[in-house]
């Protein structure tokens, strides 16, 4: 064999292993157009050290197993993160300078939607007059049970604040355009402004896209790729108050799940309060009018073939079921943590410093499947996290 044809076969055997090894890797995920990841949190309250260290650890993804999943793009935080403009200011310190910087989605809960910046009355804290409910199932913990009365409902909020960069739709909701009154990252520290005020005239403001329920509205939905993630206020009044979802409010979800462009293969629910509660506030959460809870579970599942999970906080309890018949006994039992086949998600994500541990999720969009991953770590700074389960949903 000549030289000259040695080489010719050397290089002809190298564009087949090149061609072989990328080619399996795109034939591996066919169609798969949209891969990402974004992560959930709650309830970090005046928590910094935790806080600052899920935030870390959603930048750095030191905990990675495989299958690996990539930086988040956006993170969903379900509500409590009073004082809202410390945290939010820990959130720009975290990713300051970071390659990735992720969207903040804010979900209102009941301590935002205290004007005092307090503790609404009868929310049962982690103080005094509390019983310890123990807790099996998959949240594996026993948290306090609050003995107080129905949480705070708060006010409607000020109406004061500039709206920036945003249009009517046609079908009259009002879309964010990036840039809001600071620009797409506002500025932080204002703590004269509450934190409705704060969620509503600089948090919102600041995601690009985001379609509000109205003007001035603290419930909206935002699209990523082929996600739309809908964010309900159930506080302020317009879409529910005292972590119920009314009538306007369920009417305005699923619409916005009905006017999901084709493009949108998963769509994601967050509101504060759980519709079905484990651990702490199992009397004061969504479940407190069940025929608004059941009404509007029936709807999600009414929409199945694109909802694939509820986010909520608020219990600092973290735990999930699958749910199909929001009236039956599984769904109702306090100790049960049912998994129905054909049913919803919900996945209470716990809290980045208020619970037992500090736990948060992971969810990874690849394409038509999505994979699930919570993390839980101690309390306080610097503590090394864990991955606490896994799951996933494939839509072959």
Excluded at 276 to 294: A, I
């Amino acid at each position: 064999m000549t030289f000259k044809k040695l080489n010719r076969n050397l290089l002809l055997s190298l564009i087949l292993s090149l061609y072989l090894f990328f080619g399996g890797i795109f034939l591996s995920f066919p169609g798969n157009a949209f891969c990402f990841s974004f992560a959930v949190m709650s309830d970090p309250h005046s928590a910094s050290d935790s806080w600052v260290n899920a935030l870390t650890e959603a930048r750095d993804i030191k905990i990675n197993p495989e299958p690996t999943y990539s930086h988040a793009e956006f993170i969903l935080v379900t509500g409590d993160t009073n004082p809202i403009d410390l945290r939010y200011e820990d959130y720009n310190t975290v990713f300051k300078g970071s390659d990735i910087r992720p969207v903040y989605l804010s979900v209102t809960g009941n301590h935002e939607a205290d004007d005092s910046g307090g503790f609404p009355g009868g929310m049962g804290g982690m103080g005094q007059g509390m019983q310890l409910q123990g807790q099996g199932g998959q949240s594996g913990m026993g948290m306090p049970q609050g003995a107080g009365g129905p949480p705070g409902q708060g006010g409607q909020p000020n109406a004061g604040g500039a709206q920036s960069g945003a249009g009517q739709r046609p079908d009259g909701g009002v879309v964010q355009m990036p840039g809001g009154p600071s620009g797409m990252y506002p500025d932080t520290g204002d703590a004269a402004i509450i934190d409705m005020e704060f969620i509503r005239d600089k948090v919102i403001a600041a995601i690009p896209g985001a379609v509000r329920m109205s003007d001035k509205s603290c419930t909206y939905y935002y699209d990523h790729e082929n996600v739309r993630v809908i964010s309900v206020d159930g506080y302020s009044g317009e879409a529910g108050s005292g972590g119920i979802i009314n009538d306007k409010g369920r009417k305005w979800t699923e619409d916005a799940i009905k006017s999901a462009p084709t493009t949108i293969e998963h769509i994601f629910i967050a509101f504060h309060a759980p519709a079905f509660p484990r651990g702490r506030h199992t009397y004061d959460s969504f479940n407190s009018n069940t025929e608004q809870r059941n009404a509007f579970w029936n709807m999600l599942i009414s929409h199945r073939d694109k909802v694939r999970a509820v986010f909520s906080g608020h219990t600092h309890v973290y735990c999930r079921m699958r749910v199909l018949d929001p009236a039956g006994t599984a769904a109702n039992d306090y100790n049960a943590y049912p998994d129905e086949e054909g049913g919803i998600y919900q996945v209470v994500v716990g809290s980045t410093g208020n619970g037992i541990k500090n736990t948060f999720l992971r969810v990874e969009v690849d394409g038509k499947n999505v994979y699930f991953r919570s993390y839980e770590a101690e309390n306080g700074k610097d503590q090394p996290f864990a991955v606490k389960e896994e799951w996933r949903i494939i839509n072959k």
